[in-house]
Structure formats: structure tokens, C-alpha cells
């Protein structure tokens, strides 16, 4: 079982920015797809972004396309998010996922690994 950590989460106001990361406490490169979640206030937790073993493939929920980044390091057992021209919609807990099991990616019961979450607020 891998243990993930997040960082990076706080308070800005619209169109500002924030990177959050991941850190892995095992290698996460061979066959571990890795995605960002987010559950705004009284709603579903909903798949943001996911990036494949070797980081060949991104995903991302159309929402949040040209606005952010996935991307990892292998090397350093993390993945982060770049997440630029935040909006107040974009608010809610962030939470890392890994051990992808294949199907929708965008689906939470797909990943068996999860952080505690970082929270991000963005005012208007």
C-alpha cells in the first residue's frame, strides 16, 4: 500500500495561481497511474486531472483544460498540479490517488491509495 501526501493547497483569489503536490512513499513509476480528485462544498468528489506510469498520457476533466498541469517525477516519487487562472468554482479539498485498477479514470472507486487532502479556496 502506497502512502501519499499533499501539499501546496491555500487561499487565493480568482485568477490566481497554486501547485499542489504528491509525495509517494514508494516508487510510483512501474504501472501506477496517479490522478488529482477535488470535492468542492456539497458535492461529489470528482476526478481532476490523471497522468499515466511514465507520464506518456494526461487526462483531464474539461472543466479544468488549459487551466491546469499534471505532471510527475518518478525519480522523486511525486506527481503535482499546476493549477493557474483559478476560479471560485476550482474550490474544494484536493486529494491525491494512485494504484489505478484500470476503467474510467475519472472514477474514484478505481484507485485503491489516497491522501488526506489539501484544502483550496479561491475568493472571487
Known amino acids: 500500500q502506497v502512502k501519499l501526501l499533499e501539499s501546496g493547497g491555500g487561499s487565493v483569489q480568482a485568477g490566481g495561481s497554486l501547485r499542489l503536490s504528491c509525495a509517494a512513499s514508494v516508487y510510483t513509476g512501474k504501472r501506477l497511474a496517479m490522478a488529482w480528485f477535488r470535492q468542492g462544498p456539497g458535492k461529489e468528489r470528482e476526478g481532476v486531472a490523471m497522468?499515466?506510469?511514465?507520464?506518456?498520457?494526461?487526462y483531464y476533466t474539461d472543466s479544468v483544460k488549459g487551466r491546469f498541469t499534471i505532471s510527475r517525477d518518478n525519480a522523486e516519487n511525486t506527481m503535482t498540479l499546476q493549477m493557474n487562472s483559478l476560479k471560485p468554482e476550482d474550490t474544494g479539498m484536493y486529494y491525491c490517488?494512485?494504484?489505478?485498477?484500470?476503467?474510467?479514470?475519472?472514477?474514484?472507486?478505481?484507485?485503491?491509495?489516497w491522501g488526506q487532502g489539501t484544502q483550496v479556496t479561491v475568493s472571487s
Open positions: 490517488a494512485a494504484n489505478y485498477l484500470g476503467g474510467v479514470w475519472s472514477d474514484r472507486s478505481r484507485y485503491n491509495s
Open positions: 497522468i499515466s506510469f511514465d507520464g506518456t498520457y494526461t
